[in-house]
């Protein structure tokens, strides 16, 4: 069974600041790991996901993901956070090739943005 | 459309009325996911479908819960006897089916919101 950990239910930074919100998962066999951003009454947008090719991803809206396998991890980043910025973050991980199970998502990460 | 719409956005019923919620996906997507996402749980996968066909039904919370799809486009989420654990925003997602594709990115919608006082 799959599972995905987040730590950090709240994520307050500065703006300007270095963002990083933590992934961890579970996954008897390599996965494929994403991260979804949802804005307030809205959706959830995909920012990026890894797909078994390049180990570092690049997203939409400046953030980005390095996928470590040894440490189990796929922990988001962008090198400067915006106001804009503020949601709530979820990482989701599915088994390759299959849609039949969906995604499993982790709890989720509220950032929040200072001025 | 141009994206994923879910209607009613709001419901608020009383406990043990029966719910309705509707998902219409993207125009040309064959695979379908119904979520639910609560304080409690998080975001949860109830049940997907591959045209009109759910393969596997057991995400569904309970036998309350039923799904189906017709014509390989609108999708429907019954919940019988609402309970005030049922309280949630459900969230529908559609993707294409590209056996060639490595992922097959799902696109949500809004969601329906609902209360069961």
């Known amino acids: 069974a799959q599972s995905v950990t987040q730590l950090g239910s709240h994520v307050s930074v500065s703006e300007g600041a270095l963002v990083l919100l933590r992934c961890n998962y579970s996954?008897?066999?390599?996965?494929?790991l994403f991260w979804y951003v949802q804005y307030p009454n809205q959706g959830l947008q995909l920012l990026l996901k890894?797909?078994?090719?390049?180990?570092l991803v690049k997203g939409i809206n400046g953030f980005e993901a390095e996928f470590k396998k040894s440490e189990t991890s796929f922990h988001l980043t962008k090198p400067s956070a915006h106001m804009s910025d503020a949601a709530e973050y979820f990482c989701?991980?599915?088994?390759?090739?299959?849609?039949?199970?969906?995604?499993?998502f982790g709890k989720g990460t509220h950032l929040i943005i200072q001025p | 459309g141009a994206g994923v719409s879910q209607s009613p956005s709001n419901k608020v019923t009383e406990k043990g009325k029966d719910v309705e919620l509707r998902c219409d996906p993207i125009?040309?997507?064959?695979?379908l996911y119904w979520y639910r996402q609560s304080l409690g749980q998080g975001l949860e996968f109830l049940i997907y479908?591959?045209?009109?066909?759910?393969?596997?039904k057991s995400g569904l919370p309970s036998d309350r819960f039923s799904a189906e799809r017709t014509g390989g486009s609108v999708s429907t989420l019954t919940i019988q006897r609402t309970q005030q654990e049922d309280s949630a925003v459900y969230l529908c997602?559609?993707?294409?089916?590209?056996?060639?594709?490595?992922?097959?990115?799902?696109?949500f919608g809004p969601g329906t919101r609902l209360t069961v006082l």
């Open positions: 997602a559609s993707s294409r089916f590209d056996s060639g594709t490595v992922y097959n990115e799902q696109f």
């Open positions: 996954s008897s066999v390599p996965p494929y």
């Open positions: 890894y797909t078994s090719a390049a180990t």
């Open positions: 989701a991980v599915s088994d390759p090739g299959g849609g039949a199970d969906g995604l499993t």
């Open positions: 125009s040309g997507h064959t695979a």
């Open positions: 479908f591959q045209g009109n066909s759910a393969p596997d």
